[in-house]
């Protein structure tokens, strides 16, 4: 079954480390959208 | 019967009325008729489903085989013993070509101005249906003395005269749950579905040279018409039924069409439904960032320089994750500390490990 992981607000500095962490964990999607209201980062990760 | 055939019979005759025939040549037709009947009875115990789906388009094809873009799609599912869904998009041109480009992709936005709705305005214009010919068309005398209607201007294809569109759906949709006894579930449900959609479009011409030789590009109306709907397993709650339903429709002609097209959500009618069941195809997690104390010694005890195999530490986090049944990766499991049962999750982890 597939399965989307989204996490919310992640700090600018930790942007990076995370969608790493992602492809590590074999997503075969990241996108990453600034949130309008935070001014932090949305992190949505797409696995099979 | 008779009002359903009647739609479909008016529709053809304002259609030769408003602007001759022309249908394959300069005109494109394009339909769908669905009918499914779904019905489930617990006496005696049958589950039957009937699907009829017809799809058709009549389009002109123009020198190397090239097509103008239409798009029809249909899904049925019912995951449980009753709980159908059904999803439906019907589209030409832009809208056709911008659900088949993007498909299940997020919605799209230009790059560093991701929270611009405005700037999809302008993305719209990347999605071009406009078919580029090295050669002005032409309709073979036979044919265009029985259907092609020249306009105004002398011009088979569409120039600068106004020419009618007709876009149309027609749909019904009906359900009967029943229960004879106090069950929590019903003894019998139906479901009937009907659905037509048709649209009719002249194909416009425009010489892109300004010597008169071409090339030439051609192009029909962009239209969108989806529908998407669902039905969830229904119960008897302390004698009353019980059911979640949800139902929505788009239909849009033009830029309207193409921005619709561009909106995921509009999108789901041929992938993903909006109905309560959606969960049963994709699992959706969703939380704030937050890593707590006890989630940093456990990243930083999986990073540190080991003389273990490099990815040992990584390994045996998700083989905890999977022991342990918690469906999450390990980014996920790492950086939600505020979700319920994480701190036992995370302290049982760093106990089997000794971690410092």
Same mark, same amino acid.
């Given at each position: 079954?597939?399965?989307?992981e989204?996490?919310?607000n992640v ?6 480390d995370?969608v ?7 997503a075969?999607?990241v ?8 001014g932090?980062?949305n ?6 | 019967m008779?009002r359903?055939m009647a739609w479909f019979?008016?529709a053809i ?8 025939c022309g249908i394959?040549?300069?005109r494109?037709?394009?339909?769908t008729?669905?009918?499914v009947?779904?019905?489930v009875?617990?006496k ?6 009937n699907?009829n789906?017809?799809e ?5 094809q123009f020198?190397n085989g090239?097509k103008l873009p239409? @798009? ?10 009753f709980?159908p869904?059904?999803g ?5 041109g832009d809208?056709a070509?911008?659900?088949?480009a993007?498909?299940?992709d997020?919605t ?6 991701p929270d611009g709705?405005m700037?999809?305005?302008e ?6 249906s406009? @078919? ?6 032409t ?6 003395m029985?259907?092609a209607?020249?306009?105004?201007d002398g ?13 149309g759906?027609d749909?019904? @949709? ?15 449900a139906?479901l009937?579905f009907?659905r ?5 479009v002249?194909v ?5 040279s ?21 039905i969830?397993q229904?119960t008897l709650?302390d004698?009353a039924?019980?059911?979640?339903i ?5 239909f849009?002609t ?7 097209a @561009?909106q995921?959500n ?7 439904r909006?109905d309560?069941?959606r969960q049963?195809l994709v699992?959706?997690?969703?939380a ?5 104390e006890l989630?940093?010694?456990i990243?930083?005890?999986r990073d540190e320089?080991?003389d273990q ?10 083989d905890?994750l999977r022991r342990?049944?918690?469906g ?7 950086r939600t500390?505020?979700e319920?049962g994480?701190?036992e ?8 490990n000794?971690?410092?």
């Open positions: 079954m597939a399965r989307t989204e996490l919310k700090p600018k500095k930790e942007v990076g995370t790493d962490d992602f492809i590590a964990d074999g075969t999607k996108t990453v959208n600034k949130n309008p209201t935070s932090k980062w992190i949505k990760a797409t696995f099979p | 008779i359903r019979v008016g005759v304002i259609m030769a009325n408003l602007g001759g394959g040549y300069n494109v037709l394009f339909g008729k669905t009918n009947g779904f019905d009875d617990t005696p115990p049958v589950v039957q489903l699907i789906r017809k058709g388009v009549i389009a002109p020198e090239m239409v @798009l029809a799609s249909f899904r049925f599912e019912s995951s449980k013993s709980s869904n059904i439906s998009a019907f589209a030409t809208a070509l911008t659900l088949a993007l498909y299940d997020d799209p936005t230009l790059e560093n101005e709705w700037q999809r305005l993305l719209i214009k990347k999605f071009n406009s @078919l580029t010919l090295n050669h002005k068309p309709i073979p005398d036979n044919a265009a029985l259907f209607e020249k306009g105004p011009e088979y294809f569409q120039q600068t005269d106004v020419r009618p569109v007709f876009f759906t749909t019904s @949709l009906g359900l009967k749950i029943g229960w004879s006894g106090a069950g929590a579930f019903p003894d019998s139906k009937g009907n037509k959609e048709l649209a009719w002249p416009s011409i425009r010489d892109e300004s010597d008169g030789l071409g090339p030439y590009s051609v192009k029909t109306s962009s239209l969108l018409a989806t529908i998407d709907s669902g969830g229904p709650v004698g039924p019980q059911t979640d949800q139902y929505v429709q788009y849009a033009g830029d309207a069409a193409t921005l619709l @561009l995921q509009v999108r789901m009618a041929m992938i993903i909006l309560p069941n049963m699992e959706v997690y969703s704030p960032y937050r890593v707590s989630a940093r010694r990243k930083k005890w320089t080991s195999e490099p990815n040992l530490r990584r390994i045996l986090i998700t905890f342990e049944n918690i999450v990766s390990t980014a996920f499991w790492l500390s505020n319920p994480r701190a999750q995370y302290q049982k982890f760093i106990d089997e000794d971690i410092e």
